[in-house]
């Protein structure tokens, strides 16, 4: 699997593109600035089989409607808390920035701690990490794991939010730092890749 990274413009929130050399279709961790995705999907050839969110601050989904423009039929992944989110300007918190969002897709696929098929043999693993938000999920792919916010290399996790919890925090990070294992990649919400050797 290839993982292409992108710093987004507002708050430097990272997204994420999924590829394999063996299927056009792409999968896309977070969604901020479209105009790169969208440039690197036209350079590939490639199409969208999903979004996958690992929570619903704005930073990390203010871009979905441009996409929507792109490709109508976006698939999001998230959990239930993170689909209320995406319809709530309060709960995403972008009605406190100058650019109040709610997400106009309706193709919300549901999250729970699962696995679920990317292509053919490759699966993701699933879990819950609420703290910094009550949304957030980690991805385990491979030894690839794309954690968001709750777990930033050498960053303390943000705990201030309405919909944060620091004792959860703190259980997430516990949880997240166990998978680390030698050989794995950490994708976070915000800064660059830790490879651990």
Request: hydrophobic share 35%; proline share 4%; with cysteine.
């Given at each position: 699997?290839?993982?292409?990274?992108?710093?987004?413009?507002?708050?430097?929130?990272?997204?994420?593109?999924?590829?394999?050399?063996?299927?056009?279709?792409?999968w896309i961790v977070d969604v901020g600035d479209v105009s790169n995705i969208v440039e690197w999907?036209?350079?590939?050839?490639?199409?969208?089989?999903?979004?996958?969110?690992?929570?619903?601050?704005?930073?990390?989904?203010?871009?979905?409607?441009?996409?929507?423009?792109?490709?109508?039929?976006?698939?999001?992944y998230t959990c239930r808390e993170g689909k209320s989110g995406l319809y709530s300007d309060k709960?995403?918190?972008?009605?406190?920035?100058?650019?109040?969002?709610?997400?106009?897709?309706?193709?919300?696929?549901?999250?729970?701690?699962?696995?679920?098929?990317?292509?053919?043999?490759?699966?993701?693993?699933?879990?819950?990490?609420?703290?910094?938000?009550?949304?957030?999920?980690?991805?385990?792919?491979?030894?690839?794991?794309?954690?968001?916010?709750?777990?930033?290399?050498?960053?303390?996790?943000?705990?201030?939010?309405?919909?944060?919890?620091?004792?959860?925090?703190?259980?997430?990070?516990?949880?997240?730092?166990?998978?680390?294992?030698?050989?794995?990649?950490?994708?976070?919400?915000?800064?660059?890749?830790?490879?651990?050797?």
């Open positions: 699997m290839h993982v292409d990274v992108f710093v987004n413009s507002f708050y430097a929130s990272n997204t994420y593109i999924l590829s394999v050399d063996f299927d056009d279709g792409v999907l036209k350079t590939k050839g490639k199409g969208i089989k999903g979004v996958l969110l690992t929570h619903t601050h704005f930073d990390h989904i203010y871009g979905l409607n441009d996409l929507l423009s792109y490709d109508s039929c976006v698939k999001v709960l995403n918190l972008s009605r406190y920035h100058d650019n109040p969002f709610v997400f106009r897709g309706k193709d919300v696929r549901l999250l729970d701690e699962t696995s679920i098929s990317l292509w053919p043999g490759l699966e993701c693993r699933v879990y819950k990490t609420p703290g910094h938000d009550w949304s957030c999920l980690t991805y385990e792919i491979n030894k690839n794991l794309f954690t968001g916010d709750s777990y930033i290399p050498n960053r303390r996790v943000v705990t201030s939010f309405p919909q944060s919890d620091k004792k959860d925090a703190l259980k997430s990070l516990e949880r997240i730092t166990q998978m680390i294992k030698p050989g794995c990649k950490v994708w976070p919400g915000h800064g660059s890749v830790l490879t651990v050797v």
